[in-house]
């Protein structure tokens, strides 16, 4: 039976759907399904898939869960594509609309209120096509919609750099996680295609045979960092840390 393997179907992920698709040995091994973070995490949570990369705030809601890879989606100081968009500076800011596909930036955003900017905005969430409404509320906008609608706003604060201000640390935004116990076989093939991939981003780049509206290769050398190391996994540990402390986990 294959491990059923379900991928966020962002610009962040090009070089790990390039590096698993285009590993023969996996194409035995494997399945593939794409989906927004959100719902990948209920399909691994449901057991509807094997593994995925999920956004680390849905970590704790999966069912046995293990991260079963040191690659990732991270940032030090600036990614771009997660960001707190405004027509008001921070300390004018009364209401902030969550992004619906992801659970992740929403507790973050919540926690840096909390604990760097010193603000207590009414949150709710957004619905589809929130980030393009007229009005007065802060917006988290996450993924490509982040990157082609922040300079429609004043104000954008990008979410990792407003983690790493305040607490000198990267941030890792999703991770690969599985719901069980693995085969070895797997996940070293696994292992293999997702080093493959980043390795080969250019590559990964050409193979979507479509024109970005933003610079994706700035983005993905410049912004987005795969590497999932020590230091990140002690960010994730302080994510949730504060996420607890305020109830979000």
């Known amino acids: 039976m294959k491990t059923r393997v379900s991928i966020i179907n962002y610009s962040n992920t090009i070089p790990f759907s390039y590096g698993l698709l285009n590993n023969k040995n996996l194409q035995v091994l494997a399945e593939f399904s794409y989906g927004y973070p959100a719902q990948v995490a209920q399909m691994l949570r449901n057991d509807e898939v094997d593994v995925s990369i999920i956004s680390v705030g849905a970590i704790p809601s999966i069912p046995n869960a293990q991260i079963i890879s040191n690659y990732c989606i991270s940032a030090t100081k600036r990614v771009d594509s997660v960001l707190l968009c405004s027509n008001k500076p921070l300390d004018s800011i009364d209401t902030i609309v969550l992004d619906y596909q992801s659970r992740t930036s929403n507790i973050l955003v919540q926690i840096l209120a909390k604990y760097a900017w010193d603000i207590a905005p009414k949150f709710e969430m957004g619905t589809v096509g929130y980030e393009l409404r007229d009005d007065n509320c802060a917006k988290v906008i996450i993924g490509d919609r982040a990157l082609l609608n922040a300079s429609r706003f004043p104000y954008v604060y990008d979410l990792a750099a407003e983690w790493y201000n305040a607490f000198s640390l990267p941030f890792v935004f ?27 981003i250019d590559d990964a780049i050409q193979s979507q045979h479509k024109t970005f509206s933003f610079n994706i290769r700035d983005y993905l050398y410049h912004s987005v960092e795969f590497n999932l190391n020590d230091e990140k996994r002690a960010s994730i540990d302080l994510f949730f840390e504060k996420g607890n402390s305020l109830g979000l986990l």
């Open 174 to 200: 999703a991770a690969w996680v599985a719901n069980k116990q693995l085969p070895k076989s797997f996940l070293e093939e696994f292992e293999s295609a997702c080093q493959y991939g980043v390795e080969h």
